[in-house]
């Protein structure tokens, strides 16, 4: 089957640094997205890998590993703006539908 | 950036009425979107495919007579929840994709439905 693995809730202080990991197990594969949404809003694109390495945007950054099927989304210098729902999605290869893992709840404390 | 909108962002409807939210893009041409559908605290499920000019590709467990999707040109899709009922009440956001090699969804900012 087809599976996207998120950890579910984090918690973390204003200025603190988070790693949301994403493990992936799909047909096919084009590449890893990830998108925010905030409670009642709609999903907000955030970064795109497509190749393994680092992609860096401001003061998030995502990471692509191909061959672990890994990748994750760093947040530096946390906000409390940065409290919402954060989800890994994966491109099929097959037919380039995003394939959604479950979201991770991120809660910044002040 | 691409910008999706969507009409109307909040409905309110009695049971066995039907339901249309149209999905448009203000600023490119996507040949493609998806419409989900999103329950509290839940994932996006995704529910179907449309492709500009041809009939949309439904997920699995989503009834085609139901939800009836129309993407009659390249800025606008239009789903319609037929005879909804109260568990059709959900979060029905759109997505569209611009193509040739554009690989990033743009999401429309959601409908809520609620079906008394």
């Known amino acids: 089957g087809q599976s996207l693995e998120q950890p579910s809730e984090v918690t973390a202080v204003e200025g603190a640094i988070v790693q949301i990991n994403c493990t992936y197990q799909?047909?096919?594969?084009?590449?890893l997205s990830w998108y925010q949404q905030h409670d009642g809003g709609a999903p907000t694109f955030l970064s795109y890998?497509?190749l393994d390495g680092l992609e860096e945007t401001g003061r998030f950054s995502s990471f692509l590993s191909r061959s672990d099927s890994y990748g994750y989304l760093l947040l530096q210098e946390l906000q409390m703006k940065d409290s919402a729902s954060y989800f890994c999605?994966?491109?099929?290869?097959?037919?380039?539908?995003?394939?959604w893992g479950l979201g991770t709840s991120l809660a910044v404390n002040p | 950036g691409a910008v999706v909108s969507q009409h109307p962002s909040w409905v309110i409807c009695k049971s066995g009425t039907s339901v249309k939210i149209e999905c448009r893009s203000l600023d490119f041409q996507a040949t493609t979107m998806f419409w989900y559908r999103q329950f509290p605290k839940q994932s996006l499920m995704l529910m179907a495919t449309?492709?500009?000019?041809?009939?949309?590709?439904?997920e699995q467990g989503v009834e085609k007579d139901k939800f009836l999707i129309n993407h009659a040109s390249l800025t606008l899709s239009t789903l319609t929840v037929t005879s909804a009922h109260p568990e059709d009440s959900s979060f029905y956001i759109c997505?569209?994709?611009?193509?040739?090699?554009?690989?990033?969804?743009?999401f429309g900012p959601g409908t809520r439905l609620l079906v008394l």
């Open positions: 997505s569209a994709r611009q193509g040739g090699g554009q690989e990033t969804q743009y």
């Open positions: 449309s492709n500009e000019g041809s009939k949309a590709t439904y």
């Open positions: 890998n497509a």
């Open positions: 999605a994966v491109k099929d290869g097959n037919n380039r539908k995003l394939i």
């Open positions: 799909t047909s096919g594969f084009y590449g």
